[in-house]
C-alpha cells in the first residue's frame, strides 16, 4: 500500500535525525569538557558537581557522547521499531490471507496491514526506550559508582585515577 520509496525515505530522515542528534550532543559535551580544567582536580569537581546533579549534566567526551548517541537513538529510533513495525505486517498480512483470503480483497487487506503498521508505532514506544534504556544505565555505572564513594573514599581512591588519567592521557598523544 505504501511505496517502497517512500518507505526508505522514512527510514532515511530517522537515520538522519540520529545522526544529526548525535552531532548535537557531540557539540554539547565539546564545549561542556572545554569549560572544565584539563588536570585531574578540574575532573574531579566534575565529577563530584555530576554527582550532586544526578548525572543530568554527565560529562562525556565529544566522541563517546557522538558515539553513545548514534548506538542508543540508532536503536531506540531505526533499528527496533523498522524491525517491529515489520515483523508486524508480515505478520498481519499472513494471517489476513489465510483467514480472510475470500472475505476481503487484496486492496482492504492492504490497508488493513498498513492501519496495524501505523497503529504499532503509538504502543511500541514506551516499551523499546524502556528496553534501550537499561543497557544505557548499566553503561552509566561508574558515575553511579563513583557518587555512591563518600569523600574519604573518594580521597583514597584518587592515586588509582592519576595513574588511569596519565596512562590515558599519554595513549590519546
Not at 36 to 59: M, T
Not at 94 to 114: A, C, D, I, P
Amino acid at each position: 500500500m505504501v511505496p517502497v520509496r517512500l518507505v526508505h525515505f522514512s527510514y532515511f530522515v530517522a537515520s538522519a535525525y540520529v545522526v544529526t542528534h548525535s552531532v548535537s550532543r557531540s557539540t554539547v559535551a565539546k564545549n561542556r569538557s572545554s569549560q572544565g580544567s584539563s588536570s585531574l582536580d578540574g575532573i574531579l569537581r566534575q565529577r563530584a558537581s555530576s554527582c550532586k546533579e544526578r548525572r543530568s549534566q554527565s560529562v562525556l567526551s565529544p566522541s563517546r557522547a557522538f558515539v553513545d548517541t548514534l548506538i542508543w537513538q540508532g536503536l531506540a529510533s531505526v533499528i527496533i521499531p523498522g524491525l517491529v513495525i515489520n515483523r508486524t505486517c508480515a505478520l498481519s498480512r499472513l494471517l489476513l490471507n489465510q483467514v480472510f483470503r475470500r472475505q476481503l480483497s487484496e486492496g482492504v487487506r492492504k490497508w488493513v496491514v498498513t492501519g496495524v503498521g501505523l497503529g504499532t508505532i503509538p504502543v511500541i514506544i514506551h516499551p523499546i526506550d524502556r528496553l534501550v534504556g537499561q543497557p544505557k544505565k548499566i553503561g552509566a555505572l561508574p558515575l553511579s559508582l563513583w557518587c555512591s564513594f563518600t569523600p574519604t573514599q573518594r580521597m583514597l581512591l584518587r592515586p588509582l585515577l592519576e595513574v588511569q588519567h596519565h596512562s590515558a592521557k599519554s595513549f590519546h598523544q
